[in-house]
């Protein structure tokens, strides 16, 4: 099982970015996939996790709003648009996959990615 995340950046203060976050090893779609990011010196924290359908997702109060999580299972991806950016999102931002449990939690995922660098001016 590979994860592998893409499209960091350095970007203004109020800019977008869209991470990428492409999976294989095994069936996609039945995968539910989360990003978490983590600040220098700070601990890794929930993001949005989106259903292995497609269905539902759900977003950290702090990124509510502003970002969207998605997915093109045809493609083995899952995406995260990130909106209205600012200097508090800096972070690398990690995909990973569902094992079990509170979706919040970095300790419920199984496989991650290698993370990517988003870094936002002010």
């Known amino acids: 099982v590979q994860l592998q995340a893409s499209g960091g950046g350095l970007v203004q203060h109020e800019g977008s970015l869209r991470l990428s976050c492409a999976a294989s090893g095994r069936t996609f779609s039945s995968w539910t996939l989360g990003w978490f990011r983590q600040a220098p010196g700070k601990e890794r924290v929930f993001v949005a996790v989106?259903?292995?359908?497609?269905?539902?997702?759900y977003y950290a109060d702090s990124v509510k709003g502003r970002f969207t999580i998605s997915r093109a299972n045809a493609k083995s991806t899952v995406y995260l648009q990130m909106n209205s950016l600012n200097p508090e999102d800096t972070a690398v931002y990690y995909c990973?996959?569902?094992?079990?449990?509170?979706?919040?939690?970095?300790?419920?995922?199984?496989?991650w990615g290698q993370g990517t660098q988003v870094t936002v001016s002010s």
């Open positions: 990973a996959s569902y094992k079990n449990g509170v979706y919040a939690l970095p300790e419920n995922y199984d496989y």
């Open positions: 989106i259903t292995w359908s497609g269905g539902r997702a």
